[in-house]
């Protein structure tokens, strides 16, 4: 069985000092900041929440980069990504180990089974990529925070209605692994559904996104993916079935695979991210602004069934 949206989250620890033998530190200019980050960053907030369409190459690449950019600027950068709580203690044990065995050790740590485009290669490669500066010496730490992580949480978030304990223990993990090293910026890629900083629902049914949850913790900047026509890896509802977030879906009603993404207009430009409103549209209240992929690309799961 499965539930809309899924997440996930798992921590780990920066670098311990000193680089990996054979390994070079990237200079500045390998990694260079996208467009828009300035503006961003001159909010000062705490959190950067990345609103995604899962399954797509371009998203974690987007993600990955500005750790990079930003890493070695010396700003120590922790990268939650919407892995499964509970598995936590196996992807830091894997952050520990060197390159050569990273791979093994961060494929083992509970991918199997994910083909909801939050489990792929893309995001597979991203923290590769990642454990690799890691070992050059860039302070980055990562995190997957998707879930609760034990019946303690679970039951302390038991009386939220609809999805809200989800979406509750999503913020915590995150809040918590940040608190695990002094952090100068916190980097959190999720579904667009838990980057909404308006509450979902009316009356007693309503409840609180994950990016609203997180601002309780600290500030909180959110951008919503906006991307040209193309392809994105995901499993949605077979056609003609609709289901409310939090609800239950069974496993004959789902369908995966790489499908069309309409996308929006599109603006012809390199990746960006900006605050405020997409060109040609009022306001969305439920974000701070959007990053720009341009188009897109699906990234199917990194562990086929």
Not at 12 to 40: D, F, H, I, N, Y
Not at 223 to 240: H, V
Not at 249 to 270: Q, W, Y
Request: glycine share 12%; proline share 7%; hydrophobic share 40%.
């Amino acid at each position: 069985m499965h539930s809309i949206p899924s997440i996930l989250l798992a921590l780990s620890t920066l670098p311990s000092g000193g680089q990996a033998a054979g390994s070079e530190m990237p200079a500045p200019s390998q990694c260079a900041l996208p467009e828009g980050w300035s503006q961003v960053a001159g909010r000062g907030s705490r959190y950067v929440v990345f609103g995604e369409l899962h399954g797509t190459h371009e998203s974690p690449a987007f993600v990955g980069d500005l750790a990079c950019a930003l890493a070695s600027r010396d700003r120590r950068v922790l990268v939650a990504v919407e892995l499964d709580s509970t598995i936590d203690g196996a992807l830091q044990e894997a952050w520990k180990q060197p390159v050569s065995r990273f791979k093994q050790a961060l494929g083992a740590a509970g991918w199997q089974g994910r083909k909801d485009g939050v489990g792929s290669e893309a995001m597979f490669a991203m923290l590769v990529r990642l454990h690799a500066l890691k070992e050059a010496g860039l302070p980055i730490g990562v995190a997957a925070f998707n879930g609760t992580r034990d019946e303690a949480q679970q039951k302390r978030f038991s009386d939220l209605a609809g999805q809200g304990p989800h979406e509750a223990a999503q913020a915590e993990n995150i809040k918590e692994a940040a608190a695990l090293a002094r952090y100068d910026q916190v980097l959190v890629l999720a579904g667009s559904f838990h980057a909404e900083r308006a509450r979902y629902g009316e009356g007693a049914n309503s409840f609180d996104p994950m990016a609203v949850r997180l601002a309780s913790f600290g500030t909180v900047t959110s951008l919503k993916m906006r991307y040209a026509a193309g392809t994105s890896w995901d499993c949605n509802p077979k056609p003609g079935m609709r289901f409310e977030p939090g609800q239950t879906i069974p496993e004959d009603a789902i369908e995966c695979g790489n499908h069309r993404a309409k996308g929006d207009v599109d603006l012809f430009r390199a990746p960006f991210m900006q605050l405020g409103a997409f060109p040609g549209e009022d306001r969305d209240a439920r974000f701070d602004g959007f990053f720009w992929l341009g188009p897109i690309s699906g990234s199917p799961p990194q562990v086929p069934e």
